[in-house]
């Protein structure tokens, strides 16, 4: 929140301790630009993308998840439901 848009190489990941739609959610107060939000399970499989606009109050994967991916929005093309991602290795190739 009230940070300088994230830049196109760089994102953000949160990491929690189970997976849940709820847990994952985000809320856009405070953040001065759009995102693109990746939402990845356990497995490293991406379940669901969507484009967060700035000020809005909240965004829920419709899957459970325990990663959430906070990109530049010009990334959000980058993933797709169904990709699968490697976390462990520090990479996010899909």
Known sequence: ?????????????LVFRKESRLDSSIHMFGVKSDL???WINRSGLV???RLAKRWR???MSNHPACYVLELN???IKDFSI???VDIEAG???N
């Not at 009230?2 to 953000?12: A, D, M, N, T």
């Open 73 to 75: 929005p010009a990334r």
């Open 36 to 38: 693109a939000v990746v």
């Open 82 to 84: 169904g990709d699968q």
């Open 91 to 93: 990479l996010l190739d």
């Open 47 to 49: 379940v669901d993308v």
């Open 57 to 59: 109050p909240s965004y």
């Open 1 to 13: 929140m009230f940070q300088p848009p994230i830049s196109y190489e760089k994102g953000l990941l």
